[in-house]
């Protein structure tokens, strides 16, 4: 399997959210109130990044897309390794994952 196609599955693997979902938990204060940098967070921006993704036909899809898509396929990977014990429907662990496009309650 060539490079590209290994990271439209690993993204494609992450990523179960829709375009749609995604953009109605980014427009949430729950989004807006998790991760990390100045204004904007790094996670938010993220995710408006993936819709366009989302939205973007796979032929269409160009170096940086797919730089972005091996970036939010590492970090679903790396975050859903650290759950928390218990039920983690309201937790930042969860937001933060839904902001890169990967609802974990959806697993």
């Known amino acids: 399997m060539d490079e590209e196609k290994d990271v439209e599955q690993r993204f494609s693997d992450a990523v179960n959210m829709t375009p749609k979902e995604l953009e109605e938990w980014l427009a949430t204060d729950e989004s807006q109130s998790v991760g990390v940098g100045e204004g904007e967070s790094v996670g938010h921006h993220s995710g408006r990044r993936i819709v366009e993704i989302l939205r973007t036909r796979k032929a269409d899809r160009t170096d940086e897309d797919h730089e972005h898509m091996r970036k939010v396929a590492g970090y679903v990977a790396r975050h859903s390794?650290?759950?928390?014990?218990?039920?983690?429907?309201?937790t930042r662990w969860r937001y933060s994952?839904?902001?890169w496009g990967h609802d974990p309650l959806k697993d």
């Open 97 to 99: 994952l839904m902001n």
């Open 81 to 90: 390794k650290q759950r928390p014990d218990g039920d983690v429907t309201g």
